[in-house]
């Protein structure tokens, strides 16, 4: 079985998204026993950030090599910002441009894994939950996201969905900091290869593990979350 984060953020193109480089990324997950990793770069065409348009493959193609020094497989990904919500494409080396809305997922590539980010989180404008079920064809997988606790879950359902619609889950740390990792990851049973790991996805071949944050850490990271959110608007504003 393979441990494998899917959903990963830097500080190389998205400064505010991150607080670590690629290179600390990298060797952080290696060194806690992951074999595989999808960076997830933001992508919003619509976003008066320039940063947000840059092409979030340059994370991939900069690092990879350096990944695979360390032993590390680097997956191509990108979280993309529909008008719906956002979407993480896994195994993707498109153009990002094309897609603005729920229904263009249906040109992405067969070998790319399309998964449902965070779908349930009220309090983020920017979850496509509220289309998710009426669109579930168009999604290969739905994320199970590490931001819960024991008394406060909103990926509830998010399981239910995938219980009806018989679609896996997949446990990620939509890392962005240190404290996010080792909490929440999945157990591909594949050979280590990008192809193999979408397709024991696809089919079901995982285990999730995950575990709830203590009340102080939810505290910490919510906090930290709204801080990155006032400083996208403030510098989006002035």
Known sequence: MLKVEFHAHTNYLQPNEGKMSPKELIDTVKSMGYEAMAITEHY?????????????????????DYAKEKGLL??????????????????????????????DLDKVPKSTLVAAAHPFFVLNKKCVG???????????AIEYSYFYTKHINLNDKAVELAKKYKKPLIATSDVHR??????????????K?????????????????TRPLSPYLFAKIGALTCMCGVSKVLRTTF
Not at 178 to 191: E, H, I, M
Not at 194 to 204: L, M, T
């Open 193 to 209: 290869d990008i192809s193999s790991i979408i397709s024991a996805v696809r089919n079901n071949k995982i285990e999730i593990i």
């Open 74 to 103: 680097l997956i191509p990904g990108v979280e993309v910002q529909l008008k719906e919500g956002e979407v993480l494409l896994i195994n993707f080396e498109g153009d990002v441009r094309e897609y603005s809305t729920v229904k």
């Open 130 to 140: 509220s289309v998710l079920e009426e669109n579930i064809d168009r999604f290969d």
């Open 44 to 64: 919003d065409k619509r976003s008066k950030l320039s940063e947000y348009r840059k092409d979030p493959l340059k994370t991939y193609h900069d690092f990879k």
């Open 178 to 191: 240190k404290l996010q990792l080792n909490r929440n990851y999945t157990l591909v049973d594949s050979k």
